[in-house]
């Protein structure tokens, strides 16, 4: 099984580009996508994602996300529908004809145009994300926030996390696993799906804290308390960059000249 978040070797556009530069365009592009109140423009910024996906030979990686983004762009959608009543209103789930229930639920246009704003939005900021990660090394990933001055304990927590995230997807597997050696099964359907999380939570957080405890002891018997710094490599920057930062840059009049031009 893939894990998610983890780098991905390649020599596509997005591996050899200079972490300062990718995490400028990542920044440029989480901002506009909060910025903007257009979803036609959030679709146009999925759009850009997925052709650099496609050029650096990430489709595939992309591609991936799809059932999750899906759900995701599902649930963002049918709850803002119905929890935003603004505009008018297209139907309801719950036909007028129906007694003393008929009529609720109703599908606005001001619930539907938020819902689908929210979707882009968060489908933007996930790709983005996602695509900075799989293709920069934790060394270089790691120098970028050295660059920006990020706090050094910020940045630990940071790596800390990315990296427990595969080690508890990983776990969880081994886990079930090992459940269904034992002849355990709940059931099929949702019920059993949801019946099968119990006996992988309980361990699964038990090994997580005891893992927490031997990082603590690492970090310590490695002196990362003494607070020493450590020789990172230069950063060095090509005309790829130079492009990038150029492209990135015609992006953001773009969205300047469609918002306030």
């Known amino acids: 099984m893939t894990e998610i978040l983890q780098y991905i070797p390649g020599k596509g556009i997005l591996h050899r580009l200079n972490p300062v530069t990718k995490l400028i365009i990542v920044v440029l592009i989480v901002g506009m996508s909060v910025l903007t109140p257009s979803a036609i423009f959030l679709a146009g910024l999925i759009l850009v994602i997925a052709i650099g996906a496609s050029v650096s030979g990430m489709y595939r990686e992309i591609s991936k996300q799809i059932p999750f983004l899906i759900m995701l762009g599902v649930f963002l959608l049918l709850v803002t529908t119905l929890t935003v009543q603004q505009g008018v209103t297209y139907f ?31 489908i933007v900021m996930i790709l983005s994300f996602h695509l900075f990660i799989v293709t920069t090394k934790p060394s270089e990933l790691v120098t970028a926030l050295l660059a920006f001055h990020m706090p050094v304990d910020y940045i630990l927590m940071f790596l800390i996390a990315l990296r427990f995230i595969p080690s508890l997807q990983l776990e969880a ?37 005891a893992k927490t405890q031997v990082l603590g002891l690492t970090l310590d018997l490695r002196g990362y308390r003494s607070k020493k710094t450590l020789p990172f490599h230069e950063l060095e920057f090509h005309r790829i960059d130079s492009f990038s930062l150029i492209f990135i840059g015609v992006v953001v009049i773009v969205y300047f000249i469609y918002h306030f031009g």
């Open 92 to 122: 309801t789930l719950i036909p007028a004809s129906v007694p003393l229930i008929g009529g609720m639920l109703p599908i606005t246009e001001g619930g539907f145009g938020l819902g689908l704003l929210f979707t882009f939005r968060f």
């Open 173 to 209: 597997t081994r886990i079930h696993e090992a459940q269904l050696s034992r002849g355990y099964n709940p059931g099929t359907g949702a019920i059993g799906k949801v019946k099968s999380l119990r006996p992988i939570i309980i361990p699964l957080v038990a090994n997580s804290l």
